[in-house]
């Protein structure tokens, strides 16, 4: 998962940490030790032994070793190169332009003009930057949903939008699977009934998810099948409507419009976009274009199985303001994860 993402921070982390380890000194008491360590190595040297100059070459090895302790201030210029790696790097893993900007800033931040201790090892006080930058730019909109979806008035109306293909209908059905698992009824509302083989698609999984669903004819009006879907959640004490819709082009105006229409009169209580991990920067632009259209009040990323950069992840809640709420991980109905910034954050330098 987000390999290449991965290698990407290593890269930094080892650039930067040879960086701190030409300029890091050894605090004073250890700075001491060296000194004791030092002066005995002048006695080995004076034996007439003809092994000496290895001996003693030993013995400065020890006394280096002996420097557990050291301390480093850092400045821009120290940082200039690393960072302007760091900074392709990102980018390289669909990383949005502004994004990453705001991750490098805090990497400076942090690791700018204060005396830092460091032990041996240098790589863990960059990695302790970079984690708590994409931390904070993670964790900026946090959302729970379980804790949502328990508090709201019943039934609650989650409508799913996004693109063709990105895993709308697949999500839908693994989030009647993580209710019911919860203890809570769904009902899956077909709202595609533009796509051939839409309401089909969704009638299976509801056999298999044994959940009930709605539908009405292919050609009808998505919003009436949401309506229908409501009134039966509200008749039979259900608690979620699980609404599809088709996929459309965020640059399709008529679509994007129709969309408008359908949330208008649905009246949702959460528009969730979904799209895939794998689209990057694409999926990041997409999420912003229907956040202006509808809006959004969250994002579900897809496909992060499939060898996703991670770049989406990373950007997506920090463009459209809005929280991602879970990650698809895989086409079965358990895979389905609900996001946490520290996951994913610790997922990056496993
Ligand atoms: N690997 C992987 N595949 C997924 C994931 N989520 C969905 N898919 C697959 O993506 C494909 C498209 O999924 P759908 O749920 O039909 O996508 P959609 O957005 O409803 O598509 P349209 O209705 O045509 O707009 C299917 O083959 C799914 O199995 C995921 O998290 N990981
Ligand atoms: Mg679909």
Redesign the pocket.
Known sequence: MFNKLKDKLKGFKSSLGNKIDEKAVPLEHEEELLKEDTSQHTIDKSRPDSSGTKKSAGITQKAKALVFEREVILDENDLEDPLWELEIALLESDIAMSVSEAIIDSVKQELVGTRKRIGKNTDELVEQALRNALLKIMSANIFDFDEFIENADKPVNIVFV??????????IAKMANYLKKRGYTPVLAAG?TF?AG?ID?LDIHSKKVEVKIIKHKEGGDPAAVIYDALEYAKANKADVILS?T??RLHTNVNLMSQLKKICRISSPDLVIF?DEAVAGNDAVERASQFNEAVPIDGSIL?????DAKGGAAISIAYITNKPILFL????GYD?LKKFDPEWFVNKLFE
């Open positions: 996004g693109i063709n293909g990105t895993g709308k209908t697949t999500t595609d796509r839409a698609q599809d088709a996929g979904v897809t496909k992060i199985d499939a698809g991980i895989g086409q895979d």
